[in-house]
Protein backbone atom coordinates (compact mmCIF):
# COMPACT_ATOMS: atom_id res chain seq x y z
CA UNK A 1 0.00 0.00 0.00
CA UNK A 2 1.16 2.99 -0.96
CA UNK A 3 -0.21 7.30 -0.58
CA UNK A 4 1.83 9.16 -3.62
CA UNK A 5 1.95 12.72 -3.21
CA UNK A 6 2.96 14.74 -6.11
CA UNK A 7 2.55 18.26 -7.42
CA UNK A 8 4.95 20.31 -5.58
CA UNK A 9 7.21 23.28 -6.76
CA UNK A 10 8.18 26.43 -6.58
CA UNK A 11 5.64 29.11 -6.96
CA UNK A 12 5.25 33.17 -6.48
CA UNK A 13 2.91 34.58 -3.88
CA UNK A 14 -0.30 35.07 -5.32
CA UNK A 15 0.03 31.77 -7.10
CA UNK A 16 -1.54 28.81 -7.42
CA UNK A 17 -0.52 24.93 -7.25
CA UNK A 18 -2.54 21.73 -7.53
CA UNK A 19 -1.21 18.69 -4.74
CA UNK A 20 -2.37 15.35 -5.42
CA UNK A 21 -2.10 12.45 -3.43
CA UNK A 22 -3.25 8.70 -5.15
CA UNK A 23 -3.56 5.29 -3.18
CA UNK A 24 -2.37 2.13 -4.55
CA UNK A 25 -2.51 -1.61 -3.48
CA UNK A 26 -4.72 -4.02 -2.45
CA UNK A 27 -7.39 -1.38 -0.79
CA UNK A 28 -10.66 -2.29 -0.02
CA UNK A 29 -11.88 0.20 1.40
CA UNK A 30 -10.27 4.18 1.84
CA UNK A 31 -11.90 6.34 4.59
CA UNK A 32 -10.96 9.96 5.41
CA UNK A 33 -8.12 11.50 3.52
CA UNK A 34 -6.42 14.76 5.04
CA UNK A 35 -3.43 16.90 3.68
CA UNK A 36 -0.85 18.03 6.32
CA UNK A 37 1.75 20.32 6.33
CA UNK A 38 5.09 21.14 8.08
CA UNK A 39 7.65 24.18 7.47
CA UNK A 40 10.74 24.50 8.48
CA UNK A 41 10.70 24.89 12.53
CA UNK A 42 7.48 24.22 12.64
CA UNK A 43 5.25 21.75 14.35
CA UNK A 44 3.08 19.91 11.46
CA UNK A 45 -0.38 20.96 10.91
CA UNK A 46 -3.58 19.49 9.77
CA UNK A 47 -4.74 21.64 6.45
CA UNK A 48 -7.37 19.99 5.59
CA UNK A 49 -9.26 16.40 5.34
CA UNK A 50 -12.20 15.48 3.45
CA UNK A 51 -14.44 12.16 4.60
CA UNK A 52 -15.59 9.08 1.80
CA UNK A 53 -18.52 11.04 1.70
CA UNK A 54 -16.92 14.20 0.45
CA UNK A 55 -17.65 16.00 3.99
CA UNK A 56 -14.75 18.44 4.48
CA UNK A 57 -13.39 21.11 7.26
CA UNK A 58 -10.38 23.31 6.59
CA UNK A 59 -7.67 24.94 8.84
CA UNK A 60 -8.40 28.53 9.21
CA UNK A 61 -5.15 29.48 7.84
CA UNK A 62 -6.37 28.33 4.34
CA UNK A 63 -10.52 28.83 4.72
CA UNK A 64 -11.12 30.40 1.33
CA UNK A 65 -8.22 29.90 -0.79
CA UNK A 66 -7.57 26.11 -0.26
CA UNK A 67 -10.13 23.85 -1.78
CA UNK A 68 -9.56 19.48 -0.80
CA UNK A 69 -11.18 16.94 -3.08
CA UNK A 70 -11.07 13.54 -4.23
CA UNK A 71 -12.02 11.47 -7.09
CA UNK A 72 -12.70 7.65 -5.03
CA UNK A 73 -12.99 6.16 -8.37
CA UNK A 74 -9.37 7.11 -8.43
CA UNK A 75 -8.55 6.22 -5.21
CA UNK A 76 -6.56 10.03 -5.61
CA UNK A 77 -7.12 13.05 -3.15
CA UNK A 78 -6.50 16.58 -4.35
CA UNK A 79 -5.48 20.01 -2.60
CA UNK A 80 -6.26 22.91 -4.92
CA UNK A 81 -4.24 26.02 -3.57
CA UNK A 82 -4.65 29.68 -4.80
CA UNK A 83 -3.66 33.25 -3.39
CA UNK A 84 -0.54 31.02 -1.95
CA UNK A 85 1.71 32.84 0.82
CA UNK A 86 5.17 32.98 1.95
CA UNK A 87 3.92 30.99 5.38
CA UNK A 88 2.47 28.27 3.46
CA UNK A 89 5.40 26.78 2.38
CA UNK A 90 5.92 23.94 3.32
CA UNK A 91 6.55 19.91 3.00
CA UNK A 92 2.89 18.56 2.36
CA UNK A 93 2.15 15.10 3.43
CA UNK A 94 -1.17 13.20 2.72
CA UNK A 95 -2.62 10.64 4.90
CA UNK A 96 -5.78 8.12 5.05
CA UNK A 97 -7.90 5.85 7.08
CA UNK A 98 -7.94 2.47 4.77
CA UNK A 99 -8.62 -0.90 4.89
CA UNK A 100 -5.93 -3.11 2.56
CA UNK A 101 -5.44 -6.76 1.91
CA UNK A 102 -2.35 -8.44 3.28
CA UNK A 103 -1.08 -11.63 1.13
CA UNK A 104 -3.16 -13.92 2.48
CA UNK A 105 -6.50 -11.63 1.57
CA UNK A 106 -6.78 -10.71 5.36
CA UNK A 107 -7.89 -7.41 5.91
CA UNK A 108 -6.03 -4.66 8.04
CA UNK A 109 -8.11 -1.44 9.06
CA UNK A 110 -4.82 2.08 9.24
CA UNK A 111 -5.88 4.79 10.62
CA UNK A 112 -3.72 7.88 9.08
CA UNK A 113 -1.86 5.43 7.03
CA UNK A 114 1.13 8.32 5.88
CA UNK A 115 2.82 8.88 2.42
CA UNK A 116 5.43 10.85 1.21
CA UNK A 117 5.66 14.52 1.59
CA UNK A 118 6.07 17.31 -1.19
CA UNK A 119 7.51 20.05 -1.00
CA UNK A 120 5.71 23.64 -1.91
CA UNK A 121 7.79 26.81 -1.85
CA UNK A 122 6.20 29.92 -2.19
CA UNK A 123 8.68 32.80 -2.92
CA UNK A 124 7.27 36.58 -1.37
Known amino acids: VQLQASGGGLVQAGGSLRLSCAAS????????MRWYRQAPGKQRELVAA???????NYADSVKGRFTISRDNAKKTMYLQMNSLKSEDTAVYYC???????????????????WGQGTLVTVSS
Open 95 to 113: SADLTYARTDDTPVAVADY
Open 25 to 32: GRIFNLGT
Open 50 to 56: ITSGGST
